[in-house]
């Protein structure tokens, strides 16, 4: 098994991953105004809240390893 070629990303992979995050986000952010009655102030706030929660532990985890002692 050649590991060189295992630890690339492809550049599509990072595309569609992009492209379904936005889609995502759209769609809840239409949940939340039209269904849920959110303003958009209020729709911000909490995504800024929540994106604020699900980035600090990897953020830390990133800042935690070294360069050389990753896996």
Do not use: W
């Not at 060189?4 to 492809?10: A, R, V």
């Not at 990072?14 to 105004?33: P, R």
Request: glycine share 4%; net charge positive; with cysteine.
């Amino acid at each position: 098994m050649n590991y060189e070629t295992d630890s690339k990303t492809d550049f599509g992979s990072i595309a569609v991953a992009i492209c379904v995050a936005a889609y995502t986000a759209i769609m809840l952010a239409y949940l939340a105004q039209h269904d849920l009655g959110l303003t958009a102030t209020q729709t911000r706030h909490l995504s800024m809240i929540a994106a604020l929660f699900l980035a600090l532990p990897i953020a830390l985890d990133l800042l935690r390893t070294r360069p050389g002692k990753a896996r």
